[in-house]
Nanobody, 113 residues
Framework: QVQLVESGGGLVQPGGSLRLSCATS????????MGWYRQAPGKQRELVAT???????NYADSVKGRFTIFRDNAKNTVYLQMNSLKPEDTAVYFC???????WGKGTLVTVSS
């Protein structure tokens, strides 16, 4: 069983920044791809960004140039740095071990003035 715990969400004004963290348990982290997804009210969950164990990055077009995913294998933690936030980035953000049924419970990001 793998546990994932997201943190770092909150209320931020448009143009602001937040950094999300996802701490994981177990020894699986260093050999797995990790991903961030989000789900806005009334919408389906969508991919935000992924990072492979080798550091290959993939981003949704809507966040390219604004968000950065990175990982610290020593801390079993994956991060999502979010800059230039927009109201449409408002959602619950989830992390996952790519290709597995393991998901965190999510952290809410609200972008509003």
């Amino acid at each position: 069983q793998v546990q994932l715990v997201e943190s770092g969400g909150g209320l931020v004004q448009p143009g602001g920044s937040l950094r999300l963290s996802c701490a994981t348990s177990g020894s699986l982290f260093s050999i797995s791809g990790m991903g961030w997804y989000r789900q806005a009210p009334g919408k389906q969950r969508e991919l935000v960004a992924t990072i492979t164990r080798g550091g290959y990055l993939n981003y949704a077009d809507s966040v390219k140039g604004r968000f950065t995913i990175f990982r610290d294998n020593a801390k079993n933690t994956v991060y999502l740095q979010m800059n230039s936030l927009k109201p449409e980035d408002t959602a619950v953000y989830f992390c996952t071990v790519v290709g597995t049924p393991w998901w965190g419970k999510g952290t809410l990001v609200t972008v509003s003035s």
